[in-house]
């Protein structure tokens, strides 16, 4: 028997998210939509739906029309939701910017993506954001025509402009871009359409068993495929309610929510568990509520998954996997899995949704047992990266299977359990970072001659980030001075947590830099080989 799955039959959705939305005014207008706890902010569908039409209005007023790329630099909020609605409904494709990139990174998005508008907040705890964009701006040529402060007088105008919308959007085009890194070194625009978001969300409202009665809180960030796609979309697919604890991830803002809002479906990647379980007074949040969840975005440890399902009575925990191009999930768990798969396999296909495990040698199906790359094909592969067809064909063959980088098992049943990363993509706390972009970055330091960067395991994230570094000759420097010259520059998630100065690195005899070697060293002389053992799903 081969590696070979294919999820149940379902019915597909030809419709775009203005449609969706439309759709869930006309079954559950009165009912509650979203929720953002730290704003006070509450909206029915109705609500939710009239709201982001004006800001459509406001999108054409601007001037954009079909097809133009509009940004979103925040974190977590209802004008978030606000914005990503009213680009679908006028046409615009949203680019996702992550509210921790700074100067190099945001300025290369604006370049890149041709974006012709941008939304954020001027600050927030972590950065002044319009200075960031004045600096990212500064002597540069850009589509940008008009940058968006939530709260102004500006923001507001848009919310009651009079312009008609007469886009004729259709499921194919595209909905949302959102960049992530590849080993070229350099972001790339994953560019999914509203067929992708829409299904995706509809079919994994199926598998949770989501109806107009639950109540999802959603402590993971907007800007990820995880917030807006498992988060929105299934909301808008289903009729839940979508709770927002926090502007970003905080464990007792997240709890107390779910006490207050009665949430019944509780997101987050492992680290955030493991925050949560980990406060002082866990026990005193009342999570009676909690029925289901779940954990996605890193590997997820055997112990924590028995800990949620258990003490955060959160019995039908779903695990679920992908990446953010294929919009995101393609396998996950069900919810009544016995606790055994739930907690040693990523589950199997979701509906409409084929896998297979192929040779990393000839790309043949393997027998059903055998390692290989994790492959999908579907409605739900990106359509593409943009501007990048060379790149696309790399991960996208011509009978339309996406190879995700990743090594798995698939067992006969279709149980795919993963056993490593065919990438060096490192994972910290649920943040993707290529090692490649961070060397990059690093060899701009004028004192910096050669730099390697893995990850290695860390108990509460799941993966930190570790430097090797060869200085120029008679260059001296200190790991203090490298986490300097990084900050404010690339995001706080891509700085490494730990800086080594080396002469050399460890060699093939071909002269290849053994970056297994790094690895291996590391967890060694930081005494991590039991957290490197440690049993994941």
Same mark, same amino acid.
């Given at each position: ?12 959705? $030809? +419709?775009?998210? =203005? &449609?969706?939305?439309? *759709? @869930?005014?006309?079954?559950?207008? !009165? ?125 507001? $105008? +848009?919310?009651? =402009? &009079?312009?008609?919308? *007469? @886009?004729?959007?259709?499921?194919? !085009? ?364």
């Amino acid at each position: 028997m081969l590696s070979y799955s294919r999820g149940p039959e379902g019915e597909l959705w $030809e +419709l775009t998210i =203005a &449609q969706v939305l439309d *759709r @869930a005014v006309e079954h559950w207008g !009165d009912s509650l939509a979203l929720v953002s706890c730290h704003q006070s902010k509450r909206y029915t569908w109705r609500e939710l739906r009239d709201a982001a039409d004006a800001l459509a209005r406001g999108l054409v007023s601007l001037g954009v029309r079909r097809g133009d790329r509009v940004g979103l630099w925040s974190t977590n909020c209802a004008e978030w939701v606000l914005v990503h609605l009213a680009c679908a409904r006028a046409g615009a494709e949203l680019v996702n910017v992550n509210p921790a990139y700074r100067t190099h990174e945001l300025a290369f998005t604006l370049q890149k993506s041709r974006m012709k508008v941008l939304f954020l907040w001027e600050r927030d705890s972590r950065a002044e954001y319009a200075q960031i964009l004045d600096e990212a701006r500064s002597g540069k040529q850009l589509s940008l025509e008009h940058a968006i402060f939530f709260g102004t007088d500006c923001w507001k $105008e +848009l919310l009651t =402009a &009079q312009a008609g919308i *007469r @886009a004729a959007v259709m499921p194919t !085009d595209v909905a949302n871009i959102q960049y992530t890194s590849g080993t070229t070194g350099q972001p790339k625009g994953v560019m999914l359409t509203h067929r992708n978001q829409v299904n995706n969300g509809k079919l994994l409202a199926w598998g949770m068993r989501y109806t107009e009665r639950d109540r999802i809180c959603v402590p993971v960030p907007l800007y990820h495929c995880f917030g807006c796609v498992i988060g929105t979309m299934s909301a808008l697919a289903s009729g839940a309610a979508m709770i927002l604890p926090n502007w970003t991830f905080h464990p007792q803002a997240t709890l107390q929510a779910v006490q207050a809002e009665r949430a019944t479906s509780l997101y987050g990647v492992p680290a955030m568990f493991i925050a949560e379980l980990g406060l002082p007074d866990f026990k005193s949040y009342d999570l009676s509520s909690l029925r289901t969840g779940m954990m996605a975005g890193a590997p997820c440890p055997v112990e924590v998954m028995k800990r949620v399902m258990c003490e955060m009575r959160c019995a039908e925990l779903t695990i679920g996997y992908g990446q953010t191009e294929s919009a995101p999930v393609v396998t996950m768990s069900a919810p009544d899995d016995p606790m055994e798969v739930r907690v040693s396999t990523i589950g199997r296909a979701l509906p409409c949704t084929e896998m297979k495990i192929v040779s990393v040698l000839d790309g043949e199906t393997v027998p059903a047992g055998e390692q290989g790359e994790v492959c999908a094909r579907g409605y739900m592969v990106m359509k593409g990266y943009d501007d990048e067809p060379e790149a696309t064909a790399r991960v996208i063959d011509a009978e339309g299977w996406l190879h995700t980088g990743d090594l798995g098992m698939m067992r006969e049943d279709g149980y795919i359990h993963l056993t490593g990363r065919a990438k060096d993509m490192i994972i910290r706390g649920g943040e993707n970072v290529y090692p490649r972009e961070v060397e990059e970055f690093l060899y701009t330091h004028p004192k910096v001659a050669e730099a390697q960067v893995v990850g290695i395991p860390d108990e509460r994230l799941g993966e930190v980030v570790v430097a090797w570094i060869r200085l120029k000759a008679k260059e001296e420097s200190t790991e203090d001075e490298i986490r300097k010259f990084c900050e404010g520059k690339i995001a706080y998630f891509k700085i490494p947590q730990y800086v080594r100065f080396v002469e050399q690195f460890p060699m093939t005899v071909t002269g290849k830099i053994q970056k297994f070697r790094i690895r291996e060293i590391e967890i060694t002389d930081r005494g991590l080989a039991k957290v490197a053992e440690q049993e994941t799903a």
